[in-house]
């Protein structure tokens, strides 16, 4: 049986930035929870009742901003990285 060689370089790299990049507004926020079902990253979660982010979050984000457009009370805000920071395509 012959064996399967996968390419392990990685496709993204993230360089986290100096600054935010994701806000998150507590007062304004129902924790209705799409920012956790959408975020494919799980960086969103809720606990005790509570929506929150993760304090890591600049090293996984992918930058889709998903959470600011499911978010309908505007409690979340988004803002790309600053040039060189953020998410880094090594391929394609």
């Not at 399967?4 to 100096?18: D, H, Q, S």
């Not at 009742?49 to 499911?70: H, I, N, P």
């Amino acid at each position: 049986m012959s064996e399967i060689k996968l390419n392990k370089r990685k496709l993204v790299n993230v360089k986290p930035g100096p600054g935010e990049h994701i806000a998150h507004d507590k007062e304004h926020c129902t924790n209705c929870g799409h920012c956790v079902m959408i975020c494919s990253m799980n960086l969103w979660q809720i606990r005790s009742g509570k929506v929150q982010l993760a304090g890591d979050y600049k090293q996984y984000c992918l930058e889709c901003a998903s959470c600011f457009q499911v978010c309908d009370t505007g409690a979340v805000q988004f803002a790309f990285p600053e040039a060189g920071y953020g998410v880094i395509y090594a391929q394609g």
